[in-house]
């Protein structure tokens, strides 16, 4: 057999490696995004304020702020297929747990542990395909499972609210316990390294302080955190808010809205395949996606801003697939500018890095803005809040001017 036809299974075999890590991804996030679309249901039931509402929402993103980072240097070190399964495991049996729980502490504390099962499929799934697909479409394989996030808060969106209506938020709970263990599971039992590449072995020392303030330092990663955490924050504040935003200014039931988030969700995974094929026609300018995302998700932002009570759903509905094309869209390419720059033996540590620090704003966008809600009163501050971080984030990174290079 020529060395040509022995490589072709394994040119095969990573797309099966895609697939399967798409699909860990999509059903992790349907029990995770799942959450933010029961949002109304678990403020009627626990009669929360907004600003509980919010923080029951990132309670589940808690733990990855911390665990990230190690859960990166572990992948960097030991099989991804181990650290998925068993964080698959962990996210979906605390999740039954938490259907059960009777009071809105009890449900907090087993979201946390719900996040800390969660925080291994973002990096794990991330450095598995990169393993496969460094250097050749590296782009479009990374958008792709990238897409699976989106893609499971919309299958989340269009139907765990109808189950919650029907059966209760609980059964919904259970049934997206039983999609992240699926998932999980499927990876695992999947899942192998490329050829010459021991996903058991260790692959370099263990986590070091020092490396990772090295990391830290360059530019290209603080520029690639600074953009993720502002474009992190407006995703989930829409996420959060969209619904709850359309039942209080356009009279919209929780149930109809739950389309609008949907549709957002579904051109997110659009968006995702989408901007990062289109940055592998020219790999060191990704950033320039960044910048488009930023300036869209204010425009659609600012839209919101101003548009009437009585506005046509028809034009609701591609506003809600514009700010998902862009507002969830982004992370494609950011995430494949992050595993073609980092050092090949830090690609882990430097995916768990920048995930981490965009847990800040995952944890934080949703109840500082409900407080700057029940503040205000209004919508008018929150979605402004919003605009004024994109603007920010812009110039500090310079991305106007950062059109090619790190």
């Not at 590296?138 to 499972?145: C, E, N, Q, V």
């Not at 919309?154 to 059964?171: F, H, N, Q």
């Not at 109809?256 to 094929?277: I, M, Y």
Request: aromatic residues 10%.
């Amino acid at each position: 057999m020529t060395p040509r036809a022995a490589a072709q299974p394994n040119i095969a075999y990573r797309w099966i490696v895609l697939a399967a890590a798409t699909l860990a991804q999509a059903t992790a996030s349907f029990a995770m995004l799942g959450v933010a679309a029961l949002a109304g249901f678990l403020q009627q039931d626990f009669k929360l304020s907004a600003a509980e509402t919010g923080l029951l929402i990132t309670a589940s993103y808690a733990a990855p702020t911390f665990s990230l980072l190690f859960v990166g240097d572990l992948l960097d070190r030991k099989s991804e297929r181990l650290i998925i399964g068993v964080g698959a495991a962990i996210g979906g049996g605390a999740l039954l747990v938490a259907a059960t729980s009777g009071n809105f502490v009890m449900l907090l504390v087993w979201l946390v542990v719900v996040g800390l099962g969660y925080s291994t499929t973002q990096p794990g799934g991330s450095k598995s395909v990169s393993a496969w697909f460094r250097g050749s479409r590296l782009g479009l394989a990374m958008g792709i499972r990238q897409a699976g996030l989106p893609l499971g808060g919309a299958i989340a969106a269009a139907t765990l609210p109808a189950i919650a209506a029907t059966s209760g938020w609980r059964v919904a709970f259970i049934v997206g316990a039983a999609a992240a263990l699926g998932g999980g599971i499927a990876f695992a039992l999947i899942y192998r390294p490329p050829p010459g590449l021991d996903d058991t072995a260790g692959k370099r020392a263990a986590l070091t302080w020092a490396a990772v303030a090295e990391l830290l330092r360059a530019s290209w990663m603080r520029n690639a955190m600074v953009a993720g955490l502002a474009l992190v924050s407006a995703q989930y504040g829409i996420l959060t808010w969209l619904m709850l935003y359309l039942r209080d200014h356009s009279h919209i039931a929780l149930t109809r809205g739950a389309w609008f988030l949907s549709l957002a969700q579904l051109a997110g995974a659009c968006g995702r395949v989408a901007l990062a094929a289109w940055s592998d026609r020219a790999p060191a300018s990704r950033f320039r996606w960044l910048a488009l995302s930023m300036i869209a998700v204010a425009g659609g932002v600012l839209v919101l801003l101003f548009i009437p009570p009585q506005t046509p759903e028809p034009a609701l509905a591609l506003l809600a697939a514009w700010l998902g094309f862009f507002g969830l869209g982004w992370y494609g390419p950011w995430v494949a500018y992050l595993a073609e720059v980092a050092p090949a033996d830090k690609v882990g540590l430097t995916l768990g890095a920048a995930m981490a620090l965009n847990q800040l704003g995952i944890i934080g966008a949703p109840p500082l803005l409900g407080l700057v809600h029940d503040l205000t009163g209004g919508y008018t501050a929150l979605w402004a809040c919003i605009v004024v971080l994109l603007a920010v984030a812009y110039a500090l990174t310079g991305l106007a001017r950062k059109i090619t290079g790190r």
